[in-house]
């Protein structure tokens, strides 16, 4: 009973500056939902939230690394959203997290009976860091699917999660560089608006 979120947050989402400004300006209406085999929480449109430059940081890393993203980056830029997570599958909160590890035993049983590979999680290159989620988005996707299926509650509108990233932040440390939570938006209508971030006026008290 205590696990639907209420009020909006903010989210940013590191991409070309042409199509920051075609969202806001509503040349476009919706980004794009990313629907990798590798994406982190499944598909969805992908945001930072409250991480202006987290977002800025991945826009600059896909610029340098293209083949990283099918997005071409040439501008780096940062969209901002209003968010309402409505009904969110959010991977902080315990009651989720046993379900994701039902989902895991449902795709792995599913897999076994059909004589399929369960799905690995991998790093990028000499990277540490397990980028390239194939299981976490197939176990996600699996309890997606089955929720449909078996019409049991309504459907996820959103999806949230914590992740550790990067170098320690300091010898023996418990925190990474790149430490974040990432929200990935199934339902568009969640997004209540677009807007250009602003840039910090000096001259007073930051809020």
């Known amino acids: ?57 991945y826009a600059k890393e896909i610029k340098k690394n293209p083949q990283r993203s099918t997005s071409k980056i040439e501008n780096p830029s940062v969209l901002g959203a209003v968010i309402d997570l409505g009904y969110c599958m959010d991977l902080l909160d315990s009651n989720y997290l ?63 999660g914590v992740f550790f990233e990067g170098n320690d932040l300091y010898k023996n440390a418990g925190f990474k560089e790149k430490n974040h939570i990432q929200i990935a938006i199934r339902n568009p209508n969640c997004i209540k608006g677009y807007f250009i971030p602003r840039e910090l006026n000096e001259k007073y008290p930051k809020t």
Request: contains cysteine.
């Open 1 to 57: 009973m205590y696990s639907r979120k209420t009020g909006l947050i903010i989210g940013f989402h590191g991409c070309d500056q042409k199509v920051r400004d075609d969202i806001v300006a509503q040349k476009t209406k919706n980004l794009k939902p990313s629907k990798n085999l590798y994406d982190w929480l499944g598909n969805g449109i992908y945001f930072w939230e409250n991480n202006y430059e987290r977002a800025l940081k």
């Open 98 to 160: 046993e379900l994701l590890k039902h989902g895991y035993q449902l795709l792995t049983e599913t897999n076994k009976k059909h004589g399929l590979e369960i799905p690995k999680n991998k790093p990028m290159g000499k990277n540490g860091d397990l980028l390239l989620r194939h299981l976490d988005c197939a176990v996600i996707e699996t309890v997606h699917q089955f929720i449909k299926d078996n019409n049991k509650t309504n459907e996820f509108d959103s999806v949230r």
